[in-house]
């Protein structure tokens, strides 16, 4: 995605005549980046060789999927639904890992029917729901369970995962006192411990941090976990502004940890695969001026995109067409939701903005489309992959009428 003669172009499509043939808002997908971040994530790790399964929280789309599960990548699930995607999207089950802290009894009988690689478990109820289930079947089950380390990723409170005040994992004594419990159970097997501490983590040391609270679990328990889930959460660089995991140190750092512990490793990555594939093209409505500050109107919502108004997210937006003109008054690109929190991005410098103009909103391949909404009874957009010269419609516009 970039600029031709002063065009933004995804792959080989100038992105304005998408505008022109589907209207707007529109989710655009880049095949090729897709795929690159899928070699590259799985060429950072290819010394250990794990098992990536990705999180399909993070993107659904059964395009999308199909790519992902094309390329050798498992999945992630954390609900009834997101499995029953996996399976018929044509997931493996030795390749589907099923985490969440409220599985309810009727979704873990499914998962265990379908013989799926591995059940994360959050809670001792919910392992006695499991080996219920198994007696009546006459099966060990293969489960994981979910540690909460007490480590802060250092990202945002609202998805942050593994300190003690979240809802996530359990904690170093109830593992110790489940392994001893289930050491010699005929219908549980306990294969894992997994961890996951959170989202958009863009430095080494939370995951250094992991590493050593696993190694004390390991060291107190003398257990011999046959696989160490590291979770997903690597972040992706929104704001340019340089942070980045150093995948090297991390790729070394696991793959010593993996060998001295005589175990195999799990990712669950989400945005770091679909994030940056994506982009939200939007038109602008109006352009109001408001003493010093120029306030742009466009026709995606916080309906369509969330993150900004439910994380404070930031998300760069650029022009469809660059032109040399300068602004350096505030400018705020806001949606036409009636809520203030309905607003995207504040820049101090931007180019003349007319109203007709067509802009990208950057980034939104992950926790995008999967978060929006029919608020203020707002039609979902229509979303297109683009490989090439090629666009291929892979979801299409909600029709008024029938949510209506």
Wanted: positive net charge; hydrophobic residues 35%; aromatic residues 10%.
């Amino acid at each position: 995605m970039n600029y031709k003669n002063n065009n933004f172009y995804i792959e080989k499509v100038k992105a304005e005549n998408l505008i022109k043939k589907y209207g707007s808002p529109i989710y655009c997908y880049s095949n090729r980046r897709l795929v690159e971040n899928i070699k590259n994530f799985t060429n950072y790790f290819k010394s250990f060789d794990p098992l990536v399964c990705f999180s399909v929280k993070s993107n659904y789309n059964s395009s999308i999927l199909k790519i992902i599960k094309n390329n050798g990548l498992g999945a992630d699930v954390v609900s009834d639904g997101e499995l029953k995607k996996a399976l018929s999207i044509g997931f493996k089950p030795s390749k589907i890992v099923y985490s969440g802290v409220g599985k309810k009894f009727h979704e873990l009988k499914f998962a265990i029917k379908k013989n799926i690689f591995l059940i994360n478990v959050e809670s001792e109820s919910e392992l006695n729901n499991i080996e219920k289930i198994a007696k009546n079947l006459k099966k060990k089950i293969d489960i994981g369970l979910r540690l909460n380390p007490n480590i802060d990723a250092k990202t945002n409170s609202k998805i942050s995962t593994g300190r003690t005040q979240d809802k996530f994992g359990l904690n170093d004594s109830d593992i110790l006192k489940i392994l001893k419990k289930f050491l010699h159970s005929r219908y549980i097997h306990i294969k894992c411990l997994s961890v996951h501490i959170g989202s958009q983590i863009t430095q080494n040391k939370p995951y250094e941090k992991v590493l050593t609270a696993i190694n004390k679990i390991l060291s107190k328990s003398k257990y011999q976990f046959d696989y160490i889930d590291l979770g997903g959460g690597m972040g992706i660089n929104y704001n340019k502004d340089n942070k980045k995991l150093n995948y090297l140190k991390l790729s070394k750092s696991i793959y010593d940890f993996s060998k001295k512990n005589n175990c195999k490793i799990i990712f669950e990555p989400g945005r770091s695969i679909v994030g940056d594939t994506a982009v939200l093209l939007t038109k602008v409505i109006y352009v109001k001026n408001n003493q010093n500050k120029k306030f742009i109107i466009i026709d995606a919502g916080m309906n369509d995109l969330i993150r900004p108004a439910l994380y404070n997210a930031k998300h760069d937006i650029i022009p469809l067409k660059k032109n040399l003109s300068k602004n350096s008054i505030s400018h705020d690109f806001v949606g036409p939701i009636c809520e203030t929190s309905d607003r995207f991005l504040k820049t101090k410098k931007y180019q003349k903005i007319n109203e007709g103009d067509n802009l990208a909103i950057k980034d939104v391949g992950a926790y995008g489309i999967v978060l929006s909404s029919n608020y203020n009874l707002r039609p979902r957009p229509i979303e297109l992959i683009i490989d090439n010269l090629k666009v291929k419609k892979i979801s299409a516009k909600q029709s008024l009428n029938d949510i209506i």
